[in-house]
């Protein structure tokens, strides 16, 4: 998880209230992943940003909003949070420069959020 | 699209024995495979990936995987299983569309709890 941190650990909100959840990188890469994780299902790509003002849809994008204003962070929020979204939500990104289909994601060590 | 199918969600074995987790995928193009490994209440770990080199990849911790083109399969195996082995195991392939800047969208299995018992 080196190289990447994720804030808060663990969280617990009310069905409707909001959050963000942060995601800071200190290896100066261009690429940033969220990710959720239910058991189950896997991993699955919520929102990815290629570089620093721009986001794209992942997989899973309803109910979510990004935000990455700077190349250093990448934030996830929840705008009306729902019992649906209880899951544990993991930051990655993306190692390297040059043939992008062949280079490594590496992970934060997630959020945990439970919605009530 | 691509997608990933890892046969068995939980996998139970001796310490000492052979640890075989399957993976098999679907691509359109030749696909870059990787295997993570997460421990409990951690993030995702890189064990190995095949980026079209050789097709025997040795990854950390003594495990490696095979690329078989004609069964689609990236198994993952250990020869002599330990303890510390014990956590969930991830395959996943790489997205066919390359994103510009953004590239190596993955898609993942759902995963294989590795149990190690005494």
């Known amino acids: 998880n080196a190289g990447v941190t994720q804030t808060p650990k663990f969280q617990v909100l009310k069905t409707g209230q909001s959050m963000t959840l942060q995601c800071a990188q200190d290896?100066?890469?261009?690429?940033m992943y969220w990710y959720r994780q239910d058991p189950g299902m896997g991993l699955r790509l919520i929102y990815y940003?290629?570089?620093?003002?721009?986001?794209d849809k992942g997989e899973v994008p309803n109910g979510y909003n990004v935000s990455r204003l700077n190349k250093r962070e990448f934030s996830l929020r929840l705008e009306s949070a729902a019992p649906s979204q209880t899951s544990v939500y993991f930051c990655?990104?993306?190692?390297?420069?040059?043939?992008?289909?062949?280079?490594?994601?590496?992970f934060g060590p997630g959020t945990r959020l439970l919605v009530l | 699209a691509q997608s990933v199918t890892q046969l068995g969600s939980h996998v139970s074995v001796s310490e000492g024995a052979l640890v075989l987790l399957r993976c098999n995928y679907s691509s359109s193009v030749p696909p870059y495979l990787f295997w993570y490994v997460q421990y409990p209440n951690q993030g995702l770990q890189l064990l190995l990936k095949y980026t079209s080199a050789a097709t025997l990849v040795k990854g950390i911790n003594g495990f490696e995987a095979e690329f078989k083109k004609s069964e689609t399969s990236f198994h993952l195996t250990k020869p002599s299983a330990h303890m510390s082995d014990a956590a969930e195991y991830f395959c996943?392939?790489?997205?066919?569309?390359?994103?510009?800047?953004?590239?190596?969208?993955?898609?993942f299995g759902t995963g294989t709890q590795l149990k190690v018992e005494l």
């Open positions: 940003s290629a570089s620093e003002g721009t986001t």
């Open positions: 990655a990104i993306l190692q390297g420069l040059g043939r992008p289909r062949g280079e490594t994601q590496y």
């Open positions: 290896m100066n890469h261009n690429s």
């Open positions: 996943a392939v790489s997205s066919m569309e390359v994103v510009t800047g953004g590239g190596n969208k993955l898609t």
